[in-house]
């Protein structure tokens, strides 16, 4: 492998990286254009010889600049679930060592960004020099890029930076406030706390007056008359002012949802039958699982037939004797067509608990037409949520265009719930738009998109991403107990 590896320069494998590129046609640009790099290739695609080589044309061409550019633009951020165990991982090392008191990941992470640029540890210490040490020489890290007395950043395999800083156990709230950011929050409340009298920056409050005692991050808001602000609000879009009024919502937790809809099977692309998915989620503590396999559009998932569907539900129906307590509701993640319409018919869809719609290709229709389809499958009575309404896929595929504001007034008219897609990769609807929808009284249910057992688990991520969208309990279906879920299940939309 190394032999044959080093025949080649280093640079050619960059190719791979770039969306659409296989090895087929990255052997054709090695060969004909002597492409062996993401720049030779860029270059190669703007003087036109890419699209002269037999088999591209200037399509092709164009959509390789596409995605290299995406890549560009993508290469700095991280998903929030590619990092989130690593991050753990090493924030545990931090609290285990006896020098340390407190610890915390601030920045981006602690906000619930679905995607982020580097993380921000932060801890409390009398010894910062010995910790910043410690963090240069855990075994997760890659390269040291700058190392200091109390400040210190690394990289890891994965291409991340982490900074590290040690502060005294005094300054340590401020640090923590100070550095989980953002920095238009923090804009915000310094120019609060001025009003009042007070300067705050990352060490302490100064200022001529009495100076308010602080102890924990809590202490700041209050001293400044506020409530605390979850540090996923913190975004300067208008968290402030409800701080202020005391009027923040009280925002949904994991622990609050009960069970949880859209989730895969063997019976299309999944990777455990009904029974193991039913016992995984009983493990999670959940009430209820929601089946959603693929419908027969979806053929590239091995999308289920009518026949198919109907076998599962008696399948289910079979299964839910064997449980107390716990229910499997049957369910599709029905494909929307082109034109709007769904892959079954109303007469098969009535036969379910439920349905996802969801679309899985004609992508590249206008915002309009995009928008219509998507009304179109709304208006259906049998379609109870909307499935990953942009499509997106974090760092790797643009949404769709689709005009949200009106996919959520409809959604609103016809009671269909948006479903916040958990799944690390999509996060979709995006959290900027949730208090909008939850303003009209738009439901959302947190729907890990499992395609296998242990991937309930993105929930965690999903919660995190209902909060930052200012989402309450009373804003999320799966939140409902089982016999509440039924007699809401068993209501005509229009009641709902
Ligand atoms: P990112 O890009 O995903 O790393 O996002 P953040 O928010 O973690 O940004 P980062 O790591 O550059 O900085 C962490 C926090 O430190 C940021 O949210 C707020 C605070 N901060 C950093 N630079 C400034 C600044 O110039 N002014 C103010 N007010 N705060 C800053
Ligand atoms: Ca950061
Ligand atoms: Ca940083
Ligand atoms: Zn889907």
Request: net charge negative; aromatic share 8%.
């Amino acid at each position: 492998h190394e032999n044959l590896r080093a025949e080649f320069p280093e640079s050619l494998f960059e190719l791979f990286e770039v969306q659409g590129l296989g090895p087929k046609k990255i052997k054709a640009v090695y060969d004909q254009l002597q492409v062996d790099s993401i720049a030779s290739l860029k270059e190669a695609c703007e003087n036109g010889q890419v699209a002269k080589l037999k088999g591209f044309g200037a399509k092709t061409a164009e959509k390789v600049l596409g995605a290299i550019a995406n890549r560009e633009k993508f290469a700095d951020r991280f998903r929030l679930g590619d990092v989130a165990p690593l991050a753990e991982t090493m924030l545990e090392r931090l609290k285990d060592h006896p020098k340390v008191s407190r610890a915390e990941i601030a920045g981006s992470y602690r906000r619930s960004k679905e995607t982020l640029h580097d993380l921000d540890f932060l801890v409390a210490t009398t010894e910062p020099a010995e910790l910043t040490q410690f963090f240069a020489t855990l075994p997760e890290v890659h390269e040291v890029i700058v190392h200091g007395e109390t400040k210190t950043s690394i990289r890891l395999e994965n291409g991340l930076q982490c900074d590290l800083r040690a502060v005294s156990n005094t300054h340590f709230p401020f640090a923590l406030q100070y550095f989980t950011g953002s920095k238009e929050h923090n804009v915000a409340m310094r120019s609060l706390a001025l009003k009042q009298g007070l300067s705050l920056n990352e060490y302490d409050f100064t200022g001529e007056g009495e100076i308010p005692e602080v102890h924990e991050e809590a202490d700041i808001y209050r001293a400044l008359g506020m409530e605390f602000v979850p540090p996923e609000l913190r975004e300067n879009r208008g968290e402030i002012e409800a701080a202020d009024e005391g009027t923040l919502p009280k925002l949904v937790e994991l622990e609050n949802l009960r069970g949880t809809f859209h989730n895969h099977t063997i019976a299309s692309d999944g990777k455990n039958t009904l029974a193991e998915m039913a016992e995984a989620a009983r493990d999670h503590g959940l009430q209820y699982l929601g089946i959603a396999d693929h419908s027969k559009a979806s053929f590239q998932a091995n999308g289920l037939n009518e026949e198919r569907l109907l076998k599962q539900v008696e399948e289910i129906k079979e299964l839910n004797k064997s449980f107390d307590g716990f229910t499997l509701f049957s369910g599709t993640e029905v494909d929307i067509l082109k034109d709007g319409s769904l892959d079954f018919d109303d007469e098969t869809l009535a036969q379910l608990d439920y349905s996802v719609a969801s679309v899985h290709n004609a992508f590249t229709l206008s915002e309009a037409d995009m928008t219509k389809r998507l009304i179109r499958a709304m208006e259906n009575e049998h379609v109870t949520m909307l499935g990953h309404l942009t499509g997106r896929l974090l760092l790797k595929r643009d949404p769709y265009a689709v005009n949200i504001e009106k996919i959520i007034d409809c959604a609103a008219e016809t009671r269909t719930i948006i479903e916040l897609n958990c799944n690390p990769w999509r996060l979709d609807m995006d959290w900027r738009w949730w208090k909008r929808a939850r303003d009209l009284n738009v439901l959302t249910s947190l729907n890990p998109d499992a395609h296998a057992t242990d991937q309930l688990q993105f929930l965690a991520y999903g919660a995190r991403l209902a909060r930052k969208g200012w989402l309450r309990r009373q804003d999320v279906i799966n939140c409902l107990t089982l016999e509440e879920m039924k007699a809401w299940l068993a209501l005509p939309k229009s009641k709902r």
